[in-house]
């Protein structure tokens, strides 16, 4: 459960009546997103609907019944978080921004690259890019889906190219464990090799290229690696 702190007010207001919750700002997106991810406890600062939190005022159940036709506090809290409104102080809404504007220009990096290098953007360049486009980070939209809109503005701006590389890894067989978990997902063939060694293949985004060698010499000093035309 969220301290009442770090909460923030959820409001919905219907038929000229005010119904509030405190709420934690970070899980609302995740909420509307999958609710089945997130519990209404860990959502939730307290378990009560409010008709004016900070003045410590409640509805009656009568107006609960009329506004939502339930007094169930899910039904309640869902359609408040899915049709109402987050109140975010100034200085919230800023963090909020600039922590979903990290994770966008991550993600771009992470993807794409420079068509004439095939390396990554520098993160500074795709930032201030994104600022010269005037985009504009919604801390309530997920990275997913502000991603494509930021690649379309910054297409003009700068060059990007959307690659997969294929690298092919040989590591010491001690290493095999920690190294095989982080690639797994992106293996596209192994095989143990006569001198005990371990060798692979993966397919990666062109921006990863240098970040999965990163990851995999942290977990192997003793490894060799290519890259695959």
């Given at each position: 459960?969220?301290?009442?702190?770090?909460?923030?007010?959820?409001?919905?207001?219907?038929?000229?009546?005010?119904?509030?919750?405190?709420?934690?700002?970070?899980?609302?997106?995740?909420?509307?997103?999958?609710?089945?991810?997130?519990?209404?406890?860990?959502?939730?600062?307290?378990?009560?609907?409010?008709?004016?939190?900070?003045?410590?005022?409640?509805?009656?159940?009568?107006?609960?019944?009329?506004?939502?036709?339930?007094?169930?506090?899910?039904?309640?809290?869902?359609?408040?978080?899915?049709?109402?409104?987050?109140?975010?102080?100034?200085?919230?809404r800023k963090q909020m921004v600039v922590e979903k504007m990290k994770q966008i220009v991550t993600e771009i990096s992470l993807t794409a690259t420079d068509p004439k290098t095939r390396l990554p953007h520098p993160q500074t360049r795709i930032e201030n890019?994104?600022?010269?486009?005037?985009?504009?980070?919604?801390?309530?939209?997920s990275v997913e889906r502000q991603v494509q809109d930021a690649i379309d503005l910054l297409k003009p701006v700068i060059p990007?190219?959307?690659?997969?590389?294929?690298?092919?890894?040989?590591?010491?067989?001690?290493?095999?464990?920690?190294?095989?978990?982080?690639?797994?997902?992106?293996?596209?063939?192994?095989?143990?090799?006569?001198?005990?060694?371990?060798?692979?293949?993966?397919?990666?985004?062109?921006?990863?290229?240098?970040?999965?060698?990163?990851?995999?010499?942290?977990?192997?000093?003793?490894?060799?690696?290519?890259?695959?035309?």
């Open positions: 459960m969220v301290s009442l702190d770090d909460a923030v007010t959820a409001r919905l207001e219907r038929g000229g009546s005010r119904y509030e919750i405190l709420v934690d700002p970070n899980l609302v997106q995740a909420w509307k997103d999958d609710p089945e991810s997130v519990l209404l406890s860990d959502l939730l600062a307290t378990e009560e609907i409010w008709s004016d939190a900070k003045a410590g005022d409640r509805p009656t159940s009568e107006a609960l019944e009329g506004a939502f036709g339930s007094t169930d506090l899910i039904i309640c809290v869902e359609r408040i978080l899915s049709q109402g409104s987050i109140q975010l102080t100034t200085a919230q890019a994104l600022s010269e486009v005037r985009f504009r980070a919604d801390p309530f939209l990007l190219q959307f690659i997969s590389v294929k690298l092919a890894f040989k590591i010491p067989g001690k290493d095999y464990g920690g190294v095989q978990q982080l690639l797994r997902d992106s293996l596209q063939r192994e095989q143990w090799l006569d001198d005990g060694s371990w060798a692979c293949v993966v397919e990666v985004p062109g921006g990863m290229r240098n970040e999965i060698i990163s990851r995999v010499a942290n977990r192997s000093s003793g490894l060799e690696v290519k890259e695959l035309d």
